[in-house]
């Protein structure tokens, strides 16, 4: 990477805990001075930030990137129905090519909504580490392992997985990393999330794992392990600081516990859950509990897309309702999961999250002379709100400009849009 | 107005019930003819609809449009404190030329995220009608009328509301009508609701309620009248099918059929239901039993915008998580709460709602080139899951094209930002 500055001049600089008006210089990929005023002559390239707010890249800390293909192909249908029919016919003729077409719309469309970093889990994930590399976004991949409990599968998962960890991991100038996904509780057995624990200690690598999406997996752990999921997991060691668990909807008190005492993280996906009709899960509750929870969209076929800023209106308004509480999951919680608490989750906190000294620079403006910020008060109110993925203006990653005034730089739109429209009409004739 | 004809050509017309390919062309203010090939020579303009997608404008059912102006003033607090110490003090300096302006400020937001026509409960109504003016969008306008049991304030807001209707009913081309609007059985005597009746019975004008947003106001009532609000607003003969009640979360079934049996219109407002923690109304079932639900954003104070294309999936993935039913409320269904039954609950639906022959052109029309819809499959899918406001590309309201490639003919964007930005602060700057 060639040497490079940027200053970002005159904004209000909105960081999850503090708002204040400042300049931000990045060298290379960090953040290297936060002051009220930075000369112009410091930086090879000037933004003004005058009519915008700067936050923090989002982190989008659960999704499946590749399944952007699979936008609006099944809605309004039961769960059974939508898998079996629908979406699992279609996975079964992925391929490769396939994965890097909906993993570049993917990418697209988080830089236009102002994702920084993704969390995914799916399948062919070299090639979504190459939609990573073109598209210049930072990125946890894991291949999403699925023994349903024989021995055969279990070995092919982990040479997958394996294979994914060193082709991959600390790739793209370190934007890449690669963690070890087991899907489920229910789908994986308690061998392989046992071999799991072991590697992902072996290999330096954290896990990101669905558990308690809906009531029914909940139901079949509970007759296979005798306990439920949490429990169960915590019963065999799986369980640590490392754990990013997705979903987390359906929890007894004694499974708050335990992911509090085990620092598991938990990854929110409210427009999934709420489209899926899985569930609500008691957010508002485990932040006040000191539980790390983030946010994340899934991925584009129960959502349907991967705008976090719509994530952060519809997260807020979920608690306030399911809780008869309108200061529940207030503005500046939801927006911290989707900042600090993202990274934290991701085990990402020292480069990521915040717009701090000796951070990766990773940062969004969003433009203020819009309708959405109109009277303009306070930034953040405005952001989970009013905005969405719309009002985002510039994306940098890593000290790099991805988009700027709306244009992308890294992957050309029109080209991105037509390698996933074909690509998404050929994986459907197909099934 | 000059005569004119505008063809939209070669597009994917999206109506309530069906999707076809075709044309569409309009002269003066009505849609003529609807086919699948009309050439160039029959219009003055023409507009290529094939890499677009055309649906009925949207019909926003009930706001207070110049709240716009107190956009994220308070967020996150209880119903008493945020009414109380920020909404009610900013409220009792509100003037005509606020009102304007949080009204012009409202139109400029609608126009860009494709809502064509609402309905608004404000006060200074005249003042909004000359923002609907200027905008060029359709509105149903009612003073919000408020006595609070004193019959000095009574006689005033009977002034007030028959000064609007004799000012402003039936101007603009037809664009502006005016209905009453008591404020609620909660806030208004019965004698003023009494007196309502009769006087839209001789105006020939329609009735804007809130009823029943909140459980605590359900309670008064019912202390207050011994019985539930439509109960009591059954049995003093106030309702009707020209009543539109807005809200409507807690619900008996004895009222359910009240609302049946009498025809009587449903706002459905589920961001500002959720962000002021009220509750869930039963929309699924309320749709079900053949009751003419709509969709309403409610103001921006308590949503925090006017995105109806936003409110479309918030709808949706509210009553599916709330009856564990992932088919309730499907993408078709809210899509026609949106349009069609917006229509019928503002007594419109002979004019607009729907592409068809005769009607009101009042159309919009969305991009397809965007990640939101591709892969292209379902409209229908895309509008209510995956897009937001911005994906309006294009705006007709009565004949007129108010937005063309995102540009606002009628108002100027910049003009009303400022507008809107100087009178928010001066009106807050007095509380």
Redesign the interface.
């Known amino acids: 990477m060639e040497s490079k500055s940027i200053l970002i001049k005159d904004t209000v600089i909105v960081d999850p805990g503090k708002t204040k008006k400042g300049s931000v210089l990045i060298e290379n990929d960090k953040i290297v001075e936060i002051s009220k005023d930075i000369g112009v002559n410091n930086a090879e390239e000037v933004i003004d930030g005058s009519d915008k707010i700067l936050i923090p890249g989002m982190v989008n800390s659960h999704t499946h990137l590749s399944m952007?293909?699979l936008?609006?192909?099944a809605?309004?249908?039961?769960?059974d129905e939508?898998l079996n029919e629908h979406i699992w016919p279609v996975e079964a003729n992925l391929n490769g090519d396939y994965c890097y077409a909906g993993a570049l719309?993917g990418c697209?469309?988080m830089i236009?909504s102002g994702t920084t970093t993704f969390n995914d889990m799916y399948f062919f994930m070299d090639d979504v580490a190459r939609a990573v590399e073109d598209s210049g976004l930072r990125a946890k991949l894991s291949h999403g392992m699925i023994d349903l409990f024989d021995e055969e599968k279990r070995k092919n998962e982990f040479k997958e997985s394996i294979r994914i960890i060193e082709k991959c991991h600390n790739t793209a100038d370190g934007r890449i990393k690669v963690d070890f996904g087991p899907h489920s509780p229910y789908t994986c057995s308690p061998e392989l999330l046992e071999e799991v624990r072991e590697k992902a200690n072996k290999y330096g690598v954290n896990i990101h794992i669905h558990v308690s999406e809906t009531k029914n997996e909940v139901d079949q752990v509970i007759q296979a392990q005798g306990k439920r999921p949490f429990e169960y997991l915590h019963d065999i060691g799986f369980l640590g600081e490392d754990v990013l668990a997705a979903h987390a909807v359906w929890l007894s008190d004694y499974e708050k516990e335990i992911i509090k005492e085990n620092d598991v993280k938990i990854s929110h996906n409210p427009?999934s859950?709420?489209?899926?009709?899985?569930?609500?899960s008691p957010v508002n509750e485990l932040i006040n509990n000191g539980i790390c929870v983030s946010l994340g969209t899934d991925g584009?076929a129960s959502?349907?897309?991967l705008?976090m800023i719509?994530e952060l209106?519809?997260a807020?308004?979920?608690q306030?309702?399911n809780?008869?509480?309108?200061?529940?999951l207030?503005?500046s919680k939801v927006f911290k999961m989707a900042t600090f608490y993202g990274a934290r989750a991701l085990g990402l906190e020292d480069e990521i999250g915040s717009i701090e000294l000796g951070k990766k620079a990773d940062l969004v403006l969003l433009d203020r002379?819009?309708?959405?910020f109109?009277?303009?008060?306070?930034p953040i109110?405005?952001l989970v709100?009013?905005?969405?993925?719309?009002d985002v203006n510039t994306v940098i990653v890593n000290g790099e400009i991805l988009m700027k005034d709306r244009d992308i730089f890294t992957i050309e739109e029109?080209a991105v849009?037509e390698i996933?429209?074909n690509a998404?009409?050929e994986l459907v004739s197909k099934s």
Chains 1, 2 share one sequence.
Do not use: C, F, Q
């Open positions: 952007t293909l936008r609006g192909l809605d309004d249908l039961n769960l939508w719309l697209l469309e236009k427009a859950n709420m489209k899926l009709a899985s569930g609500i584009a959502n349907n897309n705008d719509e209106k519809i807020s308004l979920l306030k309702v809780t008869l509480d309108t200061t529940a207030n503005a002379n819009s309708e959405h109109t009277p303009y008060r306070h109110s405005h709100y009013a905005a969405n993925g719309s029109a849009l996933a429209e998404a009409e």
